[in-house]
C-alpha cells in the first residue's frame, strides 16, 4: 500500500472573511473547546495571536515539513469563492506559483460541483494561474452530485479526490478517480463543529483505519491535511500528522503523489492490455 498526501487551502488570511460568518464560528468554537478543556489557554492565545496577525495558512511550514520527510504532497487552491471559502484569485496565484516554486504539485479546490459552464470556468481560470496543463481536484465540503465525476472527466481534469469510500483508484472515462480514506476533521472533530477527540484517541482510529484498508486490499492510501491546523494553536491536529506520519514511515509505506500513482496505475493497465490470451 502507498501513502497519498493532500492538503485543502481553505483560508489564506482572517479578514477575507470579513463578510461572512467564518470569524464568529472560529469565536465560539475555540471558547467551546477551551471551555470543554479540550484545548488549553496557551492554544486560545495562540489562535487570537494568528487572528490579530490576520494569518490563517501555514503553507510555508507545511512544505519545509514535507520537504523534510520526503512526502510529494499536493495543494488543492480555491480559485473561486464558495461557503467557507473567501479568498481572491489574485492572493491564489501568489501561493500557487510559491508551492510550484517549491517543487509540490497544485490542483483545484472546487467549488461549483453541478454546473458545467462554472466548473469549466474554474478548471481554465486555474490553467492561467498556475501555468499548468495536467492537474486535478477536490471538491470544496466533498460536495459530488451524480453529474459531478462526468463533468469533470469532460472539462479535462486529469484526477479528481472528492469521494469518500473505501475503494481503490478507478477511472471515470478518462479520469482517475482517487476515493478519500482519512481527512483530518473526520477523524479529530466527529460529528461535532468543535474538538471531541484527543491526540491518543485520533491516533488510534487513524491506526485501525489504516491497517483495515492495508488488509482489505487498498493500492493507494489517501490522506487529507488541512494546512491551517500545522499550527501549535491547534496542537492536536498537528501532532496526528507529525505521529501519522512517522507512523507510516516507520513501518515502511512509500510517499507517493496522485501524478507518480496515475503513471503507476497507467503502466499497470497498459501492460495487462498486453498480455496474450
Given at each position: 500500500m502507498k501513502i497519498i498526501i493532500s492538503h485543502d487551502v481553505d483560508h489564506l488570511t482572517v479578514w477575507e472573511h470579513k463578510k461572512d460568518?467564518?470569524?464568529?464560528?472560529?469565536?465560539?468554537?475555540?471558547?467551546?473547546?477551551?471551555?470543554?478543556?479540550?484545548?488549553?489557554?496557551?492554544?486560545?492565545?495562540?489562535?487570537?495571536?494568528?487572528f490579530i496577525k490576520n494569518r490563517w495558512n501555514n503553507i510555508e511550514e507545511l512544505m519545509c515539513f514535507n520537504?523534510?520527510?520526503?512526502?510529494?504532497?499536493?495543494?488543492?487552491?480555491?480559485?473561486?469563492?464558495?461557503?467557507?471559502?473567501?479568498?481572491?484569485k489574485e492572493l491564489a496565484q501568489n501561493y500557487i506559483r510559491l508551492v510550484v516554486r517549491n517543487k509540490f504539485d497544485v490542483?483545484?479546490?472546487?467549488?461549483?460541483?453541478?454546473?458545467f459552464k462554472a466548473m469549466k470556468t474554474e478548471f481554465e481560470d486555474f490553467k492561467k494561474i498556475s501555468g499548468l496543463n495536467k492537474f486535478g481536484i477536490r471538491m470544496h465540503y466533498l460536495r459530488v452530485s451524480k453529474e459531478t465525476l462526468n463533468y469533470l472527466d469532460k472539462i479535462g481534469y486529469l484526477f479528481d479526490s472528492s469521494t469518500y469510500e473505501k475503494r481503490n483508484?478507478?477511472?471515470?472515462n478518462r479520469m482517475w478517480e482517487f476515493?478519500?480514506?482519512i481527512m483530518d476533521g473526520f477523524i479529530i472533530l466527529g460529528e461535532k463543529r468543535w474538538q471531541t477527540s484527543n491526540l491518543e484517541?485520533?491516533?488510534?482510529?487513524?491506526k485501525c483505519l489504516i491497517e483495515k484498508l492495508y488488509n482489505d486490499g487498498i493500492e493507494y492510501f489517501t490522506i487529507l491535511f488541512h494546512d491551517r491546523y500545522f499550527s501549535d494553536s491547534f496542537i492536536t491536529w498537528k501532532k496526528w500528522y507529525i505521529k501519522t506520519v512517522n507512523f507510516l514511515k516507520d513501518n515502511k509505506?512509500?510517499?507517493v503523489s496522485y501524478k507518480q500513482a496515475?503513471?503507476?496505475?497507467?503502466?499497470k493497465q497498459k501492460n495487462t492490455n498486453h498480455i496474450p490470451k
Open positions: 460568518l467564518i470569524i464568529p464560528k472560529f469565536i465560539i468554537r475555540s471558547l467551546i473547546e477551551v471551555g470543554t478543556g479540550i484545548i488549553s489557554l496557551k492554544q486560545l492565545y495562540l489562535r487570537f495571536r494568528d520537504k523534510e520527510n520526503n512526502i510529494p504532497a499536493t495543494f488543492f487552491f480555491g480559485v473561486n469563492k464558495g461557503i467557507g471559502l473567501s479568498y481572491s490542483g483545484v479546490h472546487g467549488i461549483e460541483f453541478n454546473n483508484p478507478y477511472k471515470i476515493p478519500l480514506h484517541k485520533a491516533l488510534d482510529k487513524t509505506f512509500e510517499f496515475i503513471r503507476e496505475l497507467e503502466s
